[in-house]
């Protein structure tokens, strides 16, 4: 019995070994849940060490796992349909790189770059569960990932559209003025390996805006469907494989009659929420406030003085000004993007 029991711990322990950590359990729609992992982050250089010094703080997912239907259990406690415990029935995944270290331990060339034997990046993971019931408002439900995940076992959510936040529900986040002509949100997703979010079976459902600071309902709407996934939205055909960025059919909530000063969620009947905004005559204020401190920071040519930043420092590349720099600048009329090419024929830099 004791070899027994030292087995299944090596074995859970060995599990944890490939187990990021959940970071978010959320609904998508009524009938499709997604579940977020995060692997890790980059250690980076700090002020006087080399860029290399760098590394990553990673826990990686067992993908082969957590692709599999019974890795996941829904169970509820308030809804009968979920009283026994219940497997998805399908699901979906995409996985991206999220953060890098600038690690370079060999080069394998100008078509390869960097080769590097130490993990130098860590990816989150989105896995859509398809549901064998959909979610009932107002019920809760605990999903459990047995040892998927290195931080929590399971977690509980109730589903409340007017609370609880759905990534397929898009609205601009720094707000609205009230004068706006045109006030938009909009509903799409791309799923990964199922493509792009089918929204059909939810046109014409109810959209409400809803005020945050006594919870009403301050407008209604329908939502309707704005363009499909098909949409060409660049004439560059290696951008994309279809010409369109968002590789799911886009449908809309149309509140541009709504002026009413305040800060709302948008609620979408059997999805969720949106992340909160403002609508507010001074709503562009902090993106106009941390664009124009961005762009005085990246001004070449002059002093960044104490009384404006943290980051003081003389003026750089000004002839005028910075020591050792007389006669180091040109000026020409030859702009890059005109050029043919980059193999520095002369005929692309007739003033240089």
């Known amino acids: 019995m004791k070899k027994i029991l030292t087995l299944v711990a090596f074995c859970y322990a060995a599990d944890l070994l490939f187990a990021a950590d959940v970071v978010a359990v959320l609904p998508l729609t009524d ?7 995060d692997e890790g982050y980059a250690i980076f250089h700090k002020n006087g060490q080399k860029r290399t010094d760098e590394s990553m703080f990673v826990d990686t997912l067992n993908v082969t796992k957590a692709s599999l239907l019974t890795s996941y259990l829904i169970a509820s406690t308030d809804d009968a349909a979920y009283a026994t415990a ?4 399908d699901l979906s995944r995409k996985s991206k790189g999220t953060s890098f270290a600038h690690l370079c331990e060999g080069w394998g060339g100008a078509a390869v770059g960097c080769v ?21 408002s107002g019920k809760t439900y605990t999903l ?21 936040r759905s990534e397929a529900i898009h609205v601009n986040n720094m707000g609205y003025v009230p004068s706006a002509a045109q006030k938009f949100g909009y509903i799409s997703h ?14 014409n459902k109810n959209f409400k805006i809803i005020n945050q600071a006594n919870k009403t309902v301050a407008f209604t709407g329908k939502i309707a469907f704005r363009k499909n ?34 800060e709302y969620v948008l609620s979408v009947d059997e999805m969720g929420c949106s992340f909160p905004f403002k609508i507010s005559a001074d709503a562009y204020r902090e993106p106009y406030f941390w664009t124009m401190k961005g762009l005085y920071h990246n001004r070449s040519g002059i002093a960044l003085l104490a009384k404006h930043t943290d980051w003081p420092r003389p003026a750089p590349h000004n002839p005028k000004l910075t020591p050792g720099f007389a006669q180091k600048l040109k000026y020409t009329s030859s702009r890059y993007f005109d050029w043919s090419n980059s193999d520095n024929d002369s005929r692309d830099k007739p003033t240089i």
């Open 31 to 37: 009938k499709i849940l997604m579940v977020q992992f």
């Open 86 to 89: 219940k497997n998805p029935t």
């Open 229 to 262: 996934k098909s949409n060409v939205e660049t004439t560059q055909t290696d951008d994309t494989p279809n010409q369109n960025f968002a590789s799911a059919d886009v449908y809309e909530c149309n509140f541009s009659a709504f002026t009413t000063p305040g």
């Open 144 to 164: 459990k990932l047995g040892n998927l995940a290195k931080n929590k076992t399971e977690i509980t959510f109730k589903f409340d559209e007017t609370v609880i």
């Open 116 to 136: 590097n034997k130490s993990i130098d990046h860590a990816k989150e993971h989105w896995v859509y569960l398809f549901l064998p019931n959909a979610l009932q």
């Open 190 to 203: 791309w799923l990964g390996s199922k493509g792009g979010l089918d929204v059909a079976a939810y046109a």
